[in-house]
């Protein structure tokens, strides 16, 4: 995570820093990647960079983690359009990413590139393994209605919105790395919601 030192400064700065940041990520693999190339680009002494971050890493996490929280803000206004329903929000988001004039949601091209610059890198489980404490995955779990589930304990929530993350996740991997078509992807993605939903729910309501 950055410092606080970070967060304090003029947001023009920041801003010149992450998008330095974001064009050496997009363009070299991550082990390639140089501290030195981008405190050049956002016009920082290298001295400066380690006080807002630890290192080339936690940098990339916390780029990544933008995204994140994105996506999960668009998730959280998905549920509350759907009144806490997780399955019509996941599809519901799929919509506003992979829009039906075939055209992507800006911030998912950085995505694209930097998968396809780290085909090597587990990132899924690098991204998963953040999950565990991420805010805006309690955000989603505190939108979604939980009392048509079969379980309301915590730890069997947590599970069933990480499914529900994964699956959409799943989806977009798909789409922009795979070069499959967003109509065949979105059918397989109903159909994993479909066995999730008939999975976790109360046998009444199926």
């Known amino acids: 995570?950055?410092?606080?030192?970070?967060?304090?400064?003029?947001?023009?700065?920041?801003?010149?820093?992450?998008?330095?940041?974001?064009?050496e990520f997009m363009s070299v693999p991550f082990a390639d990647a140089s501290i030195n190339r981008i405190v050049r680009a956002a016009q920082i002494p290298r001295g400066s960079f380690y006080q807002y971050f630890e290192g080339k890493e936690d940098l990339f996490f916390y780029l990544l983690g933008s995204l994140r929280e994105e996506a999960f803000g668009l998730m959280?206004?998905?549920?509350?359009?759907?009144?806490?329903?997780?399955?019509?929000?996941?599809?519901?988001?799929?919509?506003?990413v992979?829009?039906?004039?075939?055209?992507?949601?800006?911030?998912?091209?950085?995505?694209?590139?930097?998968?396809?610059?780290?085909?090597?890198l587990d990132m899924s489980q690098m991204i998963l393994d953040r999950m565990q404490s991420d805010d805006g995955m309690h955000e989603i779990e505190s939108a979604i209605r939980w009392t048509s589930f079969r379980r309301t304990d915590a730890v069997y929530l947590h599970e069933v919105a990480s499914l529900l993350v994964f699956?959409?996740?799943?989806?977009?991997?798909?789409?922009?790395?795979?070069?499959?078509?967003?109509?065949?992807?979105?059918?397989?993605?109903?159909?994993?919601?479909?066995?999730?939903?008939?999975?976790?729910?109360?046998?009444?309501?199926?």
């Open 76 to 96: 959280t206004e998905a549920l509350k359009r759907t009144d806490g329903d997780p399955f019509r929000a996941s599809l519901g988001l799929f919509d506003e």
């Open 98 to 120: 992979f829009r039906q004039d075939n055209t992507v949601r800006p911030s998912m091209h950085r995505v694209v590139e930097i998968l396809r610059l780290n085909q090597n």
């Open 1 to 23: 995570m950055p410092t606080q030192t970070f967060f304090r400064l003029p947001e023009e700065k920041r801003e010149r820093l992450t998008e330095a940041a974001w064009e």
């Open 167 to 206: 699956s959409f996740a799943c989806a977009a991997r798909n789409i922009l790395c795979g070069g499959i078509d967003a109509a065949e992807e979105r059918e397989k993605l109903c159909f994993r919601l479909d066995v999730l939903r008939r999975g976790s729910m109360k046998e009444e309501i199926r």
